[in-house]
């Protein structure tokens, strides 16, 4: 069986640290949340997360995937070919021709 190599940051290092001693007996769940800045019953949540998945559970459930709020890549470019044609310009020294001209009424 191969093990899968995580990158870990540092805070998620430190919260697995934290519950690791947990687990050892050397630290109560209560001083592990104020710790790790977390609600007791959060620590229990991730503990049984650490048990089942083991340090992948420090993991945010959503890495390596794309965000829900991200527009698909051919809408995106779709507008910026869009907005690259409107931007245009043939003489990048003369304004656009929407401007208005001096003396325009």
């Not at 794309?66 to 995106?76: C, D």
């Not at 931007?87 to 208005?100: A, C, G, H, L, V």
Request: glycine residues 8%; contains cysteine.
């Amino acid at each position: 069986m191969e093990t899968e190599r995580i990158a870990l940051s540092q805070r998620e290092r430190d919260r697995l640290r934290v519950l690791q001693d947990v687990e050892q007996g050397h630290l109560t769940q209560v001083e592990a949340a104020g710790r790790i800045h977390l609600c007791d019953r959060q620590v229990r949540r991730l503990l049984l997360r650490l048990r089942e998945q083991g340090d992948r559970a420090m993991l945010h459930g959503l890495r390596g995937r794309p965000s829900n709020r991200k527009f698909a890549v051919t809408f995106e470019q779709k507008v910026w070919h869009g907005y690259g044609n409107a931007m245009r310009i043939s003489d990048p020294r003369s304004p656009p021709s929407t401007w208005p001209r001096k003396g325009y009424p």
